[in-house]
């Protein structure tokens, strides 16, 4: 009851050829009136409660996908709208697409359809509502038991398997002691070039003492992006 | 301080929020009307501030949400202030100091939107502050007193002395009640340009705090409105609430006619309308006294 | 010890610890020394005096010296050399019109004085509440910033290696100010407040042109030939008042009940101060002033040479009610208030900033004098003893920071409150000590408010609350500057002097204990000097039950902030870097570019100098004024003649 009321959904274009934004836009209209359930297009990841993909994930995109995916107060969940946002669709071969949305972060709901139909899309959201219902018990639970949140990811900046490093990821989950070990390894880096592998220890540690109950997780999502 | 007064205060801490958040929630459904849709319920701003609070919160630094928690506190404290009968001048000082406390909040993000939001609440703050003062001061020349409580024991109603006031303080609600063309701190429609400004960096129940505070805030606004209505004379308050609603009515449908203006045009519009209206209706009091 | 003798220790005191400080060329200990114990000599004695005053049941003290013989041969001679020394500099310096100016303002009364045309017998000193509250300001507040200039100093020929170390000089200067502000404040006696008037002139002109850069020097015969046209308009007042009207002292003039009409020497005197306490047209050389070094800022803009100026217009205040000079002096007064403070939001130097809202906030002063009502100098009053506090902490804050960070651009301040947060906190209190609600100022704008709304002034009210609009975004977005918190960035190394935190940390107190103590204060400092003024009785300003939520207020202000520190708000939250449209580089202050490269991200403050400009509006608001004050000076003067 609390949160199927009022789902914020926040709006991302991975890449994709725009006929599901127009369909997601569409949506908004007073045609369809999302407002009826609660649902406003907030554009801010920071009061969204569900997140809506469109398009496939290329490498540009990848990173700013996880990142306002980590910025999402928990419980989120994720919708891929449209084909291309589930599986990579007509572009799945293309060069820079990564795939699916799933690729970068955990997809909840598959919306099918080229361009995604609002119909379809509205339904979509609604079962996503069931999710984040979930969702939320699960973090009552993990809250009771001394976690803040259910699971955090790292935000890739890279996500091509070149060039990734995993020492330029940046933690979106840090202590306030955290960002500060963090930016005097960066003061350190630039005042001396140090090696390589001194600095990719130290946010490892970070993130270490930040959320132990992330790592698996995140571990997990690394090897898609890899795969990818 | 009597009991009365105590009691008038705890009305309002409790009334207040459900009253804000139906009049904010009635604006939502009378937008929509408007635009041709239904709209969501009226109950909708109590489900997503719900909603939030039950969320996780995430902020940017730690004291984001002291900033936030005095901005509540002093608003909450604002409202009680007036609705205690307490002096107008005052109310509206501690008024523009919980603002501060909110543009506070904004800047010390460090988000670009945030920060954005925050310069330019300040610049909405420039251009209503002198006007709310100035409704202070209607009220001390048309009936002598600042103080709320022997506001409301006239026998004529403000607005026959000051209607000039009436107009100027309906004209920067809107840009206290955050609508359309001066909404520039924070965009209530759809994501553009400044995401939601002033509130893009709280999130869950900092960013609920800063909804129910506002709740509190346009019920003290329409508050004030009510004054320039009420007299001694019981019947005079139904006036009052017919006034409050036509003037909330007003601001939505103004919300819904016009597009976001740019600051400056803000700036220039607000205070020649403060000055053309409230100032010429000082003058005359003035010259009448 | 009796009082008289005190204050005769408070004016000449300084002058001997200015002769000891000269002579000492190093920066020594033993220098430090001389000026920490002489500094709270004076502290205390000045205390002292004004507590004795206070407590004292009889406030007015006149003191009648029966042996002036030798006083005023000094007076006589420190006029000559004060003229002679302005002269030589002058010639040196090819400024001819100070000359002028200073021949006009000293010689006649020269002539008056040396033929005997003086009016004699009358008291020459007059210790009142009035006095005391001065005696506060000056002898706590003043002698703080001398103290903190013996190490601000140091440290500022340490960064500034270019200027040539005079500190000696310098230091020296302030104690002789801080002399003649004594005898200022203590004399009743028109030709020794006109001499003391002098000396503060020559000392701000010569504190001013410190550094001897070419814009030091500018700027320093600017604050001269300004100061000495106010000069002119004393002197031109005090010979009116001997030879005319035969009276020889500021208290016959000022007294409600007297007999002679006194609206011209009023009117010169009143113009007088308008100069000294930089109201427009005559604010430029209060922004000139900045280049010195800081503790002349802070000395000159917050308790002593622009306080007196409207201490002058507050002693006048009863005897312009309802002229057209009090009017005038409102409308002006007004008229800087606002346009200082629309000038304020568009400069970024965090000095000059300053500088505006001291011009602004002398400016609601002068107004509120001017009004002649009980209320505006009740307002006044609080206003210069709240001004004086922050105003001077202030200066002396953005004096370290430029000492820590190599520079006072508001726009450097980003992020204070990380890098240095023992000078951010105090900085926090200082500006909300300027325009936050329950402190201080807010206090006295609220009379100010009252006070004009009941002298029906209109357009002043107009100019109040405009004013009070544009004062809240000026100081609101540099507070916003300082309390941005910025991740991954480390506190700077904090070079700040214990001698100068010797100064700082009395003021921040004394700005917080001073928003308690106010209704004490009104009650016993400045209900006496209403009495005296006016010979009535007024009404609190501020009613019971106001002050006692204004109590509450500023109880919720510093409890809130300590009871979230126990009460654990905020401390599940988790933390996130902002918003940055997804590509946030980590650090809330990088983003990472379509080419994938990181760049910085800066919000810089809005200025709006295509608005509000000192380009556009300087120079049009300086001719308004300058023909307000013709206009006054020829009706009023021109009229009487």
Known sequence: MNISKSPWVLHYDGSSCNGCDIEVLATMTPLYDVERFGIINTGNPKHADVLLLTGGINAQTAPVVRQLYNMMPDPKVVVACGICACDGGIFKECYNILGGADKVVPVDVYVPGCAVRPEALIEGVVKAVGILEEKRKKLKESMKAGYCTVDYSKIAIHMTADDYDPSTQYDAVLTEEALRQQAEEKIKATAKPAPKPVNAAAPKAAMASAAPAAQPKAADNNVKGENG | MTAWMIVKALIYILLAPLIGGMLSGLDRVVSARMQGRQGPPVFQPFYDVNKLLHKQTTVVNSIQVLFVTVYLIFTIFTGTLFFAGGDMLLVFFALSMSEVMLVLAAFSTNGPYSIMGAQRELLQMMCYEPMTLLVAIGFYYANGSFMVDDLIRTQVPAIVQIPGFFIGFVFILIIKLRKSPFDLSTSHHMHQEMVKGLTTDLSGSNLALVEIAEWYDVVLMLGIVGMFFITANPISRIWAIISCAVVFFLCTLIDNLFPRVKYKTMLIVTWSVILVFAGTNLLILNVLK | ?641
């Open chain 3, 1 to 641: 010890m009796a009082i008289p003798n005190v204050v005769n220790f408070l004016i000449l005191f300084p002058f001997v610890l200015a002769a000891l400080i000269f002579i000492q060329k190093e920066a020594t200990p033993l220098r430090s020394i001389v000026i920490i114990l002489g500094g709270f000599t004076i502290m205390i004695a000045a205390v002292y005096v004004a507590v004795n005053v206070l407590m004292s049941g009889d406030t007015s003290q006149y003191m009648y010296l029966t042996e002036t013989h030798i006083p005023d041969k000094f007076v006589i001679a420190g006029e000559i050399f004060l003229m002679c020394l302005v002269c030589f500099l002058s010639i040196k310096y090819k400024k001819i019109y100070a000359i002028l100016l200073s021949l006009v303002g000293t010689i006649p009364v020269l002539w008056m004085d040396l033929s005997g045309r003086v009016v004699e017998g009358n008291t020459h000193f007059r210790i009142d509440t009035f006095a005391a509250v001065m005696y506060l300001i000056v002898g706590i507040v003043g002698i703080l910033i001398c103290i903190y200039a013996s190490g601000y100093m140091k440290d500022y020929h340490h960064h500034h290696t270019d200027v040539q170390d005079r500190s000696n000089y310098f230091l020296a200067l302030m104690f002789v100010f801080l002399g003649a502000m004594f005898g200022l404040i203590s004399s009743d006696n028109l030709g020794w407040i006109y001499f003391f008037w002098e000396i503060t002139s020559v000392c701000s002109f010569l504190m001013i042109g410190y550094t001897r850069t070419q814009e030091a020097v500018d700027n320093s015969f600017r604050a001269l030939w300004m100061n000495l046209l106010g000069g002119c308009g004393f002197a031109a007042g005090l010979m009116y008042c001997n030879i005319a009207l035969g009276i020889s002292n500021l208290s016959q003039v000022t007294d409600v009940n007297g007999t002679i009409t006194v609206i011209v020497p009023v009117t010169l005197f009143a113009f007088a101060a308008l100069t000294k306490s930089a109201q427009f047209p005559f604010s430029r050389w209060l922004l000139g002033a900045m280049v010195a070094p800081t503790p002349s800022s802070a000395l000159l803009h917050s308790a002593t040479m622009v306080k007196i100026g409207v201490y002058m217009l507050i002693r006048l205040s009863p005897v312009m009610e309802g002229t057209l000079t009090g009017v005038m002096i409102t409308v002006i007064g007004g008229f800087t208030f606002f346009v200082a403070s629309l000038l304020a939001i568009t400069v970024s130097d965090g000095k000059k900033v300053l500088a505006y809202s001291t011009i602004s906030n002398l400016g609601l002063i002068t107004a509120c004098a001017g009004t002649g009502t009980t209320e505006g100098v009740w307002a006044a009053v609080m206003l210069v003893l709240f001004h004086a506090v922050s105003k001077s902490l202030l200066f002396q804050t953005v004096g370290d920071i430029e000492n820590c960070m190599h520079s006072r651009d508001i726009e450097d301040m980003h992020g204070l409150i990380i890098k240095l947060p023992r000078l951010a906190f105090i900085m926090i209190i200082g500006i909300c000590g300027m325009f936050m609600a329950p402190f201080g100022m807010l206090v006295s704008k609220w009379a100010a408010l009252k006070s004009f709304v009941d002298s029906g002034s209109v357009w002043l009210v107009l100019f109040l609350v405009f004013g009070s609009g544009s004062t809240l975004f000026y100081w609101a977005k540099w507070l916003g500057k300082i309390c941005t918190v910025i991740h991954q960035s480390f506190e700077l190394e904090d070079i700040t002097p214990r001698s100068e935190m010797v100064s700082m940390l009395p003021l921040t107190t004394m700005i917080i204990v001073m928003c308690f103590a106010f209704p004490w204060m009104s009650a016993h400092m400045i209900q006496p000097i209403l009495d005296e003024a006016f010979h009535t009785n007024i009404p609190d300003v501020i009613g019971g039950s106001d002050v006692i939520i204004m109590m509450i207020m500023v109880a919720m202000i510093f409890a809130i902030p300590i009871g979230s520190r126990f009460l654990s708000i905020g401390k599940n939250s988790k933390m996130t870097m902002s918003y940055v449209a997804g590509v946030n580089a980590g650090d809330d202050r990088h983003y990472i570019d379509s080419f994938g490269k990181e760049r910085a991200l800066y919000m810089s403050n809005w200025y709006m100098e295509d608005f509000f400009g000192e380009k556009k509006l300087l120079w049009p608001c300086i001719w308004i004024s300058t023909v307000l004050v013709l206009v006054m000076l020829i009706v009023v003067v021109g009229g009487a003649i």
